[in-house]
């Protein structure tokens, strides 16, 4: 045994072995698949918080007559608590939600009256101690306007929390301050995250929503902590109560929302208001964000789609509707935003699956606002052609728009030979479109970008930096629609030099402009998924590592997912199969539309 074995884990040390201090796990530990273990010595002294008012602010606790006391002992862990546990069941509330999509709605005169007359009546959020069953929801209402925490947004004044319920703001506050930037590209100040402005203050007048938003929170804390290494230590309580989970208390309020929102639906008579749209829509997201199938991320995306196209074609009275991409403040145009950007990306992710609520129309998307007939240069001069929330500029996300379209045609012709020719034909016309523009832009955008660094501005300096990040961001993007084109369309081989030469492109992009710490990772996922999965070659297999540690580095960011998405590519690498093959081999409808 080596003298200087302090710091070797136990097993090392039982049976003099030389121990690498490996963490969780040592190298020994791992090679004989024995427990790994290291142990610590408590040490008393040193009084660092001799006085009392400089000290550490322990989490649930509270000093009383100069002891440290536990403050709600709900929240101690036993020994024997579960860190991963499902408590409800979502099955009846899914399926309800399933089958009135399908349906489809039938708008009529008398709905409109009907709605005055049965308005559905959405239950204030409750306490989690218990499962409260609906009938006594009126007796254990919390009032939710009372104190406001001091770390909500400053728009949000007016949102309080009951002082019994502090984890209610905690979660509120973890989905707005945390959660919301996963749904963005680019956070900033001159384009600030709807996510964090006006979702919320929908969410001031809809308790529905802002139980999802709670609900939402409380999952992601939960996945927070368990990827969280000091998850693992176990409570100082010996004979600790029954802990509150994080994901007990998220998912009441779900099953809530869940109920709330098939009142909502039944009593709509086929319409629904900005509210409605954008709890479906974070539902959807809810699905997408956490994999999880009793939440199914496309039964209420297609219900969206529904829900919007009815919409239209009720107020536009046309049979081909048309939503006007607009970048205005207001909720409505914020729903309309999220639900394009969903309709785009959501396809460009996932596989090929037949739902009866897919075939409801897709309402048209016109960019024509923002660009024309032309591509915008003076919006290059000022640094604001690329929309920071989305990553992209407009042109390029109408150009999407059509990739989107395309895989969507691709999957209804694909038994006419005629209609698969004439897709190909717009495929390969659209990927020449795609990078002319990307190739004119970006020479638009080094030449204004060379004028703006001789300025000796240092706040110009850092927009241009900022800059940099959104316009590799776009790149990415339109490089990613490409090769979807090249590959799903068009139908190229993996080994084709069309394929392997974007693909390296889109690599070495990756590799020199987004690390994995990247404020924009999460909107790029579908990115490093479609193309990671295209490295089957054993020469490409040395670049697998910068897409696995990009997904990965948001699996312990709390977003499980990916998990999966990564999963799917190890297994296209071992197969050498299309990953959207994969995808309906195994029935896995994954999707990275954040």
Partial sequence: ?????????????????RCNRGKPKCDKCNERGTKCSYSFKLKWGGRQYKDMNRSAGIPNTKFYKGALLVKNKRLIAGKSTQKVRQFLPFGQEESKLSAFFDEGYKYTEEQPQLRQQQQPE??????????????????????????????????LVGLEFDDSSWEFSTFFNL?????????????????????????????????????????????HRRMIAMVDEGANYPSLEENGCTSVDFGYMGENLLNQALNELVKKLQNSGGRADDSTMAIILLLSSLGIFFNDDRVNWRTHYNGAKRIVFNELEIDQKSEEPIIYYQKDS??????????????????????????????????HFNFNLFYGEKFDKSSIESLEDICPLNGMDMKLLSYLTRVSQLILKKKAVSVDQNDHFETVGK???????????????????????????????????????????????????????????????????????????????????????????????????????????????????????????????????????VLQAVNVMEECWRLKKPWWVILEEKNLDICLAF
């Fill in 175 to 219: 989905f707005i301050n945390e959660t919301s930037r996963f749904f963005v590209a680019f956070h900033s100040q001159a384009f600030p995250n709807p996510f964090h402005t006006v979702l919320p203050q929908m969410a001031l007048s809809c308790p529905t929503l802002m139980k999802l938003i709670i609900a939402f929170g409380a999952k």
């Fill in 427 to 561: 495929a390969i016309c659209l990927d020449y479109k795609i990078s002319n523009h990307l190739r004119e832009s970006e020479a638009e955008r080094d030449l204004v970008v060379k004028r703006l660094k001789t300025l000796s501005d240092p706040s110009m300096e850092k927009r241009l930096e900022r800059y940099d990040i959104i316009r590799s961001t776009n790149l990415l993007f339109g490089l990613t629609g490409i090769l979807q084109l090249r590959r799903r369309i068009v139908e190229m081989s993996q080994a084709s030099e069309l394929v392997t030469q974007l693909v390296q492109k889109i690599t070495d992009l990756i590799r020199e402009k987004i690390t994995v710490n990247s404020p924009s990772l999460s909107c790029l996922s579908f990115c490093f998924f479609t193309v990671g999965c295209e490295l089957v070659d054993e020469s490409m297999s040395i670049h697998r590592s910068v897409y696995r540690d990009r997904l990965m580095s948001l699996w312990k960011r709390g977003v499980p997912s």
């Fill in 122 to 155: 959405e239950a204030p959020i409750v306490d989690n101690k218990t499962l409260i069953p609906p009938a006594s929801l009126c007796e254990e209402v919390i009032p939710l306007l009372q104190t406001v925490p001091t770390y909500v947004a400053p728009g």
């Fill in 1 to 17: 045994m080596s003298k200087n074995s302090k710091g070797f884990c136990s097993a090392c040390l039982r049976d003099q072995l």
């Fill in 330 to 363: 207001p909720p409505h145009f914020f729903v309309m935003r999220w639900f394009i950007y969903l309709d785009v990306v959501g396809p460009l992710s996932s596989g090929f699956f037949h739902s009866r609520s897919e075939e409801v129309p897709r309402p």
